[in-house]
């Protein structure tokens, strides 16, 4: 016998709710390897590569999400022929009414099920009310493909771009499985041209793949998995119970954990669409290195904030361009509410975008003219000042997280008390005895980070001058390496809730 169970094999077909597919599995990883020796094999045809790339997308989502696979299929199907007719249309008219068209039913689907609760709990809380919320199910990453399709509407709608005359290279687009669940939110202006290129990757492509895959995979298993499963949960959960540096530590801990499973999956996705032939946009660059908030949001959560910055930020800030900087400061603080309330349905989100606004709105009204030195010395250039820059610019980001994370209002204020009234330094020692692997993490995470980026590109290039084999034991080495340090089951990536 074999060994084989075959009991098992319809379940490869079937949606689970309790085991959808996510990255990271071995299940993932074992039918991902099929796929590439099958793109490998169909990779002298494009409507065969595409298709079998489309049909993986909808399994793939599907596994993760059921039958709202029809919702992201209908997306892509009336997206597609919008965009068509708009770009077709001669009249300013016609062309505003296919925008307000696409605007009415992407924005729509997105309030509908991201939302309607909680307008409902607003209302009720205003009217002294009782409606009951409704049963919705969130589909996994509406806000990443509702905010894809928009782009491509609005850069046809601004010819940016033309629209595209395959249904089937659009289709890929939206469903691309790498990016369909937390991003990057690409842009059909740079993924529609590779659609149809001829597959061919280099040493060094391959070895950026590999490299991206396995770093995604120890900073989402390795590090935010396991300090969040045994430290930082047990803290927000109760603040009150922990003396101030341990709610320090878990601030600065969370702050961590979020980049290292958000930029985690980014590095995978874009590491599985770099070895299909795909290069998707880069989503994050080093953001804790950040000398000011707007440096952080150039290089956090960069597709997201490109996307505001073209298409929302930039035309408020033209429509309110006559009042000079006020102007500008109303404009950035509408759209990091935006930002805020697109990442989750709640006044705490809401908060945090308000935060980041008001944030960038100091950073800018302290912005004074710039005048030219004489000084052979300025404090302002040196490693000292960029250094406290740096200080100061994470922890305004990390504590902004604190509302992020905390369950409400109340468990964010019980954080910040703790830190004001019970620090307790000495508190410190004993959390490094008792949590040592915990403090360990955190602290290579941090290194790592602060690391020159060089070292990614000589790692690149060094995996990329070894033969296959031994790329492919760095690979399952790595993958050994992270199984031993999981303490539980995969546990779902942070943005999926978004």
Not at 351 to 379: C, D, E, T
Not at 448 to 462: A, G, I, R, Y
Request: charged share 15%; hydrophobic share 55%; net charge positive.
């Amino acid at each position: 016998m074999l060994g084989i169970d075959f009991n098992a094999i319809p379940k490869l077909f079937l949606f689970d709710s309790s085991d959808p597919l996510l990255f990271g599995s071995s299940l993932f990883f074992f039918l991902f390897l099929g796929l590439l020796i099958l793109n490998r094999i169909v990779a002298k045809s494009t409507n065969a590569r595409i298709s079998l790339l489309i049909l993986f997308s909808f399994y793939f989502y599907y596994k993760a999400s059921g039958l709202f696979l029809l919702l992201l299929i209908l997306n892509a199907v009336i997206n597609f022929y919008l965009g068509k007719y708009l770009g077709k249309a001669e009249s300013e008219g016609k062309q505003k009414l296919y925008l307000y068209l696409s605007l009415l039913f992407n924005l729509g689907i997105l309030i509908y099920f991201k939302y309607t609760n909680f307008f409902i709990e607003v209302i009720n809380d205003f009217t002294a009310g009782n409606i009951q919320p409704l049963d919705i199910i969130l589909p996994l990453g509406i806000s990443f493909y509702t905010f894809k399709s928009l782009s491509y509407i609005l850069d046809i709608y601004l010819e940016m771009m033309e629209p595209t005359n395959s249904f089937r290279d659009y289709l890929l687009f939206v469903t691309f499985f790498p990016n369909i669940l937390s991003g990057p939110i690409d842009r059909a202006s740079q993924f529609l041209p590779q659609v149809n290129k001829k597959y061919f990757l280099t040493r060094k492509q391959v070895a950026m793949g590999i490299m991206l895959i396995m770093l995604g995979l120890i900073k989402k298993i390795m590090i935010a998995d396991y300090i969040s499963l045994n430290f930082i949960d047990r803290v927000f959960d109760a603040p009150e119970r922990f003396t101030g540096v341990e709610n320090l530590l878990a601030v600065y801990g969370y702050a961590l954990q979020l980049y290292c499973d958000f930029s985690g999956y980014s590095d995978i996705a874009i590491g599985l669409g770099l070895l299909l032939g795909f290069r998707l946009m880069e989503n994050f660059n080093y953001p804790f290195k950040a000398k000011s908030i707007s440096e952080f949001w150039r290089r956090w959560h960069i597709s997201l904030s490109s996307w505001l910055l073209d298409y929302v930020f930039r035309p408020l800030q033209m429509g309110l361009r006559n009042w000079r900087k006020a102007g500008n400061i109303i404009a950035l603080i509408i759209t990091f509410v935006l930002v805020g309330f697109w990442h989750g349905a709640s006044w705490a989100f809401l908060f945090w975008g308000l935060l980041h606004g008001i944030y960038m709105a100091v950073g800018l009204l302290l912005q004074g003219p710039k005048r030219k030195l004489y000084s052979k010395f300025n404090f302002t250039k040196t490693k000292i000042f960029g250094g406290m820059q740096i200080f100061v610019t994470f922890n305004l980001v990390a504590f902004s997280f604190v509302f992020f994370r905390a369950s409400d209002f109340s468990s964010a204020i019980d954080v910040f008390y703790q830190i004001i009234y019970f620090f307790k330094p000495s508190v410190f020692i004993q959390f490094a005895e008792s949590f040592t692997p915990t403090f360990v993490l955190i602290s290579l995470g941090f290194l790592f980070h602060f690391l020159p980026s060089k070292l990614n590109e000589k790692t690149v290039n060094w995996l990329a001058n070894r033969n296959v084999i031994l790329q492919a034991v760095i690979f399952a080495l790595v993958i050994w390496i992270v199984a031993q340090v999981q303490s539980a089951d995969l546990q779902p990536f942070i943005y999926f809730q978004f």
